[in-house]
């Protein structure tokens, strides 16, 4: 259904040229520019872990190029055509996950793949916008804050996908997913008792999640407790990441220097351990410089969020934007041995197509919230 | 919906600011977690994560340094390192293990043995690390490989440097070996040094002079990654090779006293004596070391070893004999120092002797006797009954203490492992070993130079240049000269002298080598088989060890006795006489008379040594 109210139309004329033509192509400055930044230092960083391998950089950039094509697009799009697609988007989701289940293809011991023919991929990446973005509309359609029913029904939306990628095995994913649909709950100004409620329904989930584990998912959150007690094993991930961030010191090894790296100690180091790489070659002056980018890019997206002219879109890139910052948050916990290692990629930075695509069209939903607003008044 | 709720924007659009705000401070809070943990990992943390990676990058590796190589006197090489070559495989470049095994097994020998190693070696080693599947090849198989190599990508031939022992038997009881170091040995050692080192002197002057061959190791500190693969070498301390050495040895001389020897068992000991200078040394049979080095097998080992005639053991170092009437000169000498006897005294000789009281024979080796007989005479037809005499009147400890100022009873300190001592009976040492008093009779035995007696073919040897040197003793030794021959500097090897003139007199001196002269060269000498056809005089004593006792009024024919159990035959002798330079000893086992047997062997050596004199 469509909601006629937040009829959007464009204003011309009363800006300067500059602003016209960017709100023209619905893109934000400063969230482009903070986004190519980081993408650039991505680059830098990969050609370094990689041990300078050009073929992974052109691979790299031909998915960047995809991924702000995707993020052009998807800004385009305004937000109420998102809204009136939402049920559509969530319930072909729901279907794929379903069929991943059945006749998914495994990779590195997990199902998450699904090949069409032309193009193999992971509906999970579908649901990481679709339930968000299922969430904001179920609850933008009632007054906030929403009713205990409301909330009932808003968590089985969020469980039933989380469930289904839990099951592939895909923690990482899962948990972002859950944490998605969570913040839209959380920004929609659902009271404190309600909370607090929700709080001691995930405690009492946790150990019902800890059974249904896989083994190996529940030895990386062994191994995160106590790293040493298998230091050739499980934990060796953790051990080398570590050496690597903390050999890195103040300024760092300088690019291209990092021995853990080069010497191939650190694993994963273009994936998930990307940041061991950034952070034994620049050390902790670089590191700062790079929280503050993340951090902008999330003040940027908060921002926006505040800015949004109906509710939809304010809890849409709310949750958004947070996610990215968990995504950020996670990735580096997890390297630096603060949290279990649950495989997420470092955004924008970390080797790797499918949740890159899927991030840049989450800023590219950003993007259009913004540059679709209705202008009120000067 | 139990009651109608109106959608209030404005309120929604504040509670909604509330909750980015707080959302903002958390997300702040959580940056500041993170840096929080960076700074304990970076700045607090810094130095040991910095060791740690470090230690994860560097490791050293040592390089073995060369071993010395060993000249003879002559610069002839005894001892060298040779390349020899191996098949190696580094198992990541092969595709197809099993078939490339296989392959390389039609061209070459792989025999099980080889590959139940290689297959072991493949587990345990990493995937680049070439592993051997043969060691040794000949030239025939490096040729064969060579020809067929581009067929085996990642199967290499590798040298390596493997100790060689050219003259081979010749050699092996005064060089000895080099074989793989054991534990037990790695204790003794600086095990640093010896990291890259994989063989150590097992015997001989390789054991002896280990310390001088074998040089100092060298590093190279390498970058390694995570798998130990060597990315590159970052700092380099070269090793210091072994020193060389060179013997006093003369490699013509050690064949001719070899050949001389024949198919005997025994030793022939040549000596400088007037420096102390092993010329030669031979124990036979001898074997072949170079399989020590590589590793014998089991089976030629305990062929080696189960060898009735004892190819391993080192008789002119170790072996024990009764030195028989080769210790006639110098318990003469003890008999005129200690004024028992006189250079005119006559005993005269019935062909047995016998103490009052005791019907016990002591027999001459001359059934008739030899008549009246002064002390030359003793010597030169070695009269058994003069002995007997004498040595009763001077008593074994007087004797006793007279004969170790020959070095005999002592170890003569070679530079070589594991020289015996051998037995200079005293009444002090049977009651100390056996914890017996000494019988008179002993005396009589002991004075011919049975009994108790044994000696080392060294000792003799070692006496002997005593003797020739009117008593100059010079600790025999091996090593003449340390360093490469390359090198300018040379070191002399300095051995001790001491001056033993003051053991006999002048008059004592010259008499006992006169008759030792007149034992080779007058018509009664016991050795005079050897004196034709000499342009010099030798100075020299037979002698006769018993192995098998015989009894009373028996008659020893040698041709009864089973061979093994025949006398053995030894020979002392110095030449030339007046101006000695070489001093020999020789032992011949079951050779039965010394002067048949052992005398022609010290005179095949001294003429080679006449005829082609050393450089010194």
Redesign the interface.
């Known amino acids: 259904m469509m909601k006629a109210k937040n009829k959007e139309y464009t204003q011309w004329g009363e800006r300067r040229q500059s602003r016209m033509f960017t709100r023209g192509l619905h893109l934000d400055i400063p969230l482009l520019l903070s986004i190519i930044i980081l993408s650039a230092v991505g680059l830098a960083i990969l050609y370094s872990a990689s041990g300078q391998n050009d073929a992974i950089i052109a691979r790299q950039l031909t998915r960047l190029a995809l991924a702000f094509t995707v993020m052009f697009i998807v800004a385009q799009i305004p937000p109420h055509h998102i809204q009136f697609w939402a049920p559509w988007a969530f319930g072909g989701g729901l279907i794929l996950l379903a069929a991943v289940l059945l006749v998914g293809e495994a990779g590195k011991g997990a199902q998450r793949w699904l090949d069409l023919g032309f193009f193999r991929f992971q509906p999970s990446e579908v649901m990481k916008l679709a339930v968000p973005v299922m969430v904001a509309w179920y609850l933008a359609d009632?007054?906030?804050?929403p009713?205990l029913k409301n909330l009932f029904i808003a968590s089985l939306l969020i469980i039933v996908p989380v469930i289904l990628i839990a099951k592939q095995p895909d923690l990482g994913t899962s948990i972002l997913i859950a944490s998605s649909g969570v913040?839209v709950l959380?920004?929609?100004?659902i009271r404190g008792k309600h909370v607090a409620a929700f709080m001691a329904l995930i405690a009492t989930c946790t150990p019902l999640l800890w059974f249904n584990l896989h083994a190996y998912q529940k030895t990386r959150v062994m191994t995160f407790l106590n790293p040493e007690n298998d230091p050739l094993g499980a934990g060796y991930h953790i051990i080398?990441s570590?050496?690597?961030?903390?050999?890195?010191?103040?300024y760092g090894k300088g690019w291209l220097n990092g021995?853990?790296s080069h010497?191939?100690?650190l694993p994963e180091r273009t994936t998930d351990f990307i940041f061991s790489v950034f952070?034994e070659e620049f050390?902790?002056i670089g590191?700062?410089c790079l929280?503050a980018l993340?951090?902008f890019i999330?003040?940027r997206g908060?921002y926006i969020?505040?800015q949004a002219q109906s509710?939809f879109s304010?809890?849409l890139a709310?949750s958004l934007i947070?996610t990215f910052?968990v995504y950020t948050?996670v990735n580096?916990?997890m390297v630096?041995?603060?949290l279990p290692v649950v495989g997420l990629p470092l955004p924008l930075i970390s080797y790797g197509g499918t949740s890159m695509v899927t991030m840049m069209a989450g800023f590219g939903v950003l993007m259009s919230i913004h540059t679709h607003r209705r202008l009120l008044s000067n | 919906?139990a009651r109608l709720?109106?959608?209030?924007?404005i309120?929604?659009?504040r509670?909604?600011?509330?909750?980015?705000a707080i959302?903002?401070a958390l997300?702040?809070i959580?940056?500041f977690?993170?840096?929080a943990?960076?700074?304990y990992?970076?700045?607090i943390?810094?130095e040991?994560?910095?060791t740690?990676?470090?230690d994860?990058?560097v490791s050293i590796v040592p390089i073995p340094p060369t071993r010395g190589l060993i000249y003879d006197r002559n610069g002839i090489i005894l001892a060298q390192n040779l390349p020899a070559f191996s098949l190696e495989i580094v198992p990541e470049r092969v595709s197809d293990m099993g078939q490339t095994v296989a392959a390389i097994g039609a061209i070459i020998e792989i025999t099980d043995d080889h590959l139940k190693r290689f297959n072991k070696q493949l587990q345990q080693k990493s995937a680049f690390r070439s592993i051997p599947l043969r060691t040794h090849l000949n030239d025939v198989e490096v040729a064969r490989f060579a020809a067929n190599r581009h067929r085996f990508p990642g199967v290499e031939i590798e040298a390596r440097l493997v100790r060689d022992y050219p003259y081979s038997h010749l050699t092996a009881h005064v060089i000895g070996y080099v074989g793989r170091i054991n534990v037990k040995e790695l204790k003794r050692v600086d095990a640093a040094n010896y990291s890259a080192t994989h063989h150590i002197g097992k015997l001989g002057i390789e054991k002896f002079y280990e310390d001088s061959l074998h040089g100092t190791v060298g590093f190279k500190n390498i970058?390694?990654?995570?798998?130990g693969r060597t990315?590159r070498t970052l700092e380099r301390t070269p090793p210091l090779p072994g020193r060389d050495l060179h013997l006093t040895l003369d490699i013509q001389l050690q064949h001719i006293a070899d050949k001389a020897l024949g198919n005997h068992r025994g030793a022939a000991i040549a000596i400088d004596p007037r420096n102390g200078e092993v010329l030669a040394m031979v124990s036979k049979p001898s074997y072949d070391p170079n399989p020590f080095v590589v590793g014998i097998s089991s089976k030629s080992y305990r062929a080696l070893q189960s060898d009735i005639d004892k190819p391993l053991f080192n008789r002119a170092l170790r072996g024990q004999y009764p030195p028989g009437s080769t210790i006639k000169p110098f318990v003469g000498l003890a008999g005129l120092e200690n004024n028992i006897v006189t250079t005119d005294t006559n005993i005269f000789c019935q062909g047995w002797f016998s103490l009052k009281g005791d019907d016990h024979k002591y027999r001459d080796w001359k059934k008739r006797g030899h008549g009246n007989a002064t002390l030359e005479k003793a010597i030169i037809e070695s009269c058994d009954v003069y002995f007997y005499d004498m040595s009763l009147r001077l008593g074994i400890d007087a004797m006793s203490d007279y004969l170790s100022h020959f070095g005999l009873g002592k170890k003569t300190g070679i530079d070589l492992p594991g020289e015996l001592a051998g037995i200079l009976p005293s009444s002090h040492w049977k009651r100390q070993k056996k914890g017996l008093p000494w019988y008179t009779g002993e005396t009589l035995i002991s004075g011919i130079g049975q009994g108790y007696n044994l000696t080392t073919p060294l000792q003799l040897a070692s006496a002997t240049a005593t003797l020739a040197t009117r008593g100059l003793h010079s600790r025999p030794h091996l090593v003449k000269i340390f360093g490469s021959r390359l090198n300018s500097a040379l070191a002399p090897v300095a051995f001790e002298q001491e001056d033993r003139h003051q053991i006999a007199t002048d008059e004592h001196w010259e008499y006992m080598v006169e008759a030792m002269v007149k034992s080779v060269h007058s018509i009664h000498g016991t050795a005079r088989a050897i004196s034709k056809g000499m342009s010099f005089k030798i100075a020299g004593k037979t002698g006769t060890a018993q192995v098998f006792g015989i009894k009373q009024d028996e008659k020893y024919v040698k041709e009864d006795i089973a061979e093994r159990l025949r006398d053995h035959a030894l020979f002392i002798a110095f030449a030339p006489a007046d101006k000695p330079e070489i001093a020999i000893a020789v032992i011949v086992e079951n050779g039965g008379s010394g002067g048949a047997v052992a005398a022609p062997v010290a005179r095949k050596i001294i003429d080679q040594y006449m005829a082609s004199k050393p450089s010194s």
Do not use: W
Request: no cysteine.
């Open positions: 009632n007054p906030m804050p009713t913040f959380l920004l929609s100004g080398q570590k050496i690597a961030i903390g050999s890195g010191g103040t021995t853990q010497l191939e100690f952070s050390g902790f590191i700062v929280l993340y951090l999330v003040v908060l969020a505040t509710t304010r809890l709310g947070l910052f948050f580096i916990g630096s041995g603060l | 919906m709720r109106i959608k209030d924007h309120r929604e659009s509670t909604f600011n509330e909750r980015a959302a903002l997300v702040i959580m940056i977690v993170l840096l943990r960076l700074v990992l970076q700045i943390s810094h040991h994560f910095s740690l990676a470090e994860n990058r970058e390694t990654n995570v798998v990315i």
